[in-house]
C-alpha cells in the first residue's frame, strides 16, 4: 500500500501575478485532490494579491510534511507569467517541469521607463537550460475557448497530465469552482490546455 501512494506525491508550485486567478487555479487542484482522497497541504504567499502583485500558491499532494514547499522541493511549476517563472526558480528542483504561460503582464515600473522587461525567448531559452518548459500563450489559449478569464483553467488543464488526479476528477472540481455560465468555456479551455502539452 505504502508504495503506491508514493506515487502520489507531488509538490506543485503555482506562480501568477495578482487578478490572473492563481489562487483558483489551486482551489481547483485541491478540490480535486480532496474528491481524489489524496492528501494535500497547501499554503498561499503574495507579494500582494491585488492586480500586478505576484502571488504564490504551494500545493503538496499525498505529503505529511509543511505546508510550504521548500527551495528546489518543487517537481513542477505552473507560471501563469513568464516572469513569475524566474522569480520562484530556486523551489523548483533541478530537471523539475516548468509550464509557463508566454502571455507577460508588464510591471509599472517597466511602463514607465524605470526597467526592462526581457525578451519572453531569452526567458525561456534560459529555464530550458535546466529545466522541462512547456511554454504557449494561454491567454490566447482562453480567448480562443470563449474568454481570456479562463486562462487559469487552461493553465491547470496543460498541468493535469502531470498530477497524480485523473482528469474527470479534475473537470467535476472546475465545474463545481467556476461561475455556472462559464462551465462550457472553462472545460473547452482545460482541454485545450491538455492538448497543448500533449503536443509539445
Known amino acids: 500500500m505504502s508504495e503506491r501512494a508514493g506515487e502520489k506525491k507531488l509538490d506543485l508550485l503555482i506562480t501568477g501575478v495578482g487578478g490572473q486567478g492563481a489562487i483558483l487555479a489551486s482551489d481547483i487542484i485541491g478540490k480535486a485532490a480532496v474528491m481524489s482522497g489524496i492528501p494535500i497541504r497547501a499554503a498561499e504567499t503574495h507579494g500582494m494579491a491585488q492586480r500586478g502583485g505576484s502571488v504564490v500558491n504551494h500545493i503538496r499532494l499525498g505529503s505529511d510534511l509543511g505546508s510550504m514547499i521548500p527551495k528546489k522541493g518543487a517537481d513542477i511549476m505552473l507560471a501563469l507569467e513568464p516572469m513569475e517563472a524566474v ?8 530537471g523539475g517541469v516548468i509550464i509557463v504561460n508566454t502571455q507577460p503582464i508588464v510591471p509599472v515600473t517597466v511602463t ?8 519572453v525567448q531569452e526567458i525561456l531559452d534560459a529555464l530550458s537550460e ?18 481570456r478569464l479562463a ?4 493553465m491547470v488543464g496543460a498541468v493535469s497530465g502531470y498530477l497524480p488526479i485523473s482528469k474527470e476528477v479534475l473537470l467535476e472540481s472546475v465545474k463545481a469552482l467556476v461561475p455556472k455560465k462559464t462551465i462550457e468555456i472553462n472545460i473547452r479551455a482545460f482541454e485545450m490546455g491538455r492538448r497543448k502539452v500533449e503536443e509539445s
Open 87 to 94: 522569480r520562484y526558480l530556486d523551489f523548483l528542483k533541478d
Open 112 to 119: 514607465s521607463g524605470l526597467s526592462k522587461y526581457p525578451e
Open 130 to 147: 535546466k529545466y522541462v518548459v512547456k511554454a504557449f500563450n494561454a491567454d490566447e489559449l482562453a480567448h480562443e475557448a470563449g474568454s
Open 151 to 154: 486562462m487559469n483553467v487552461a
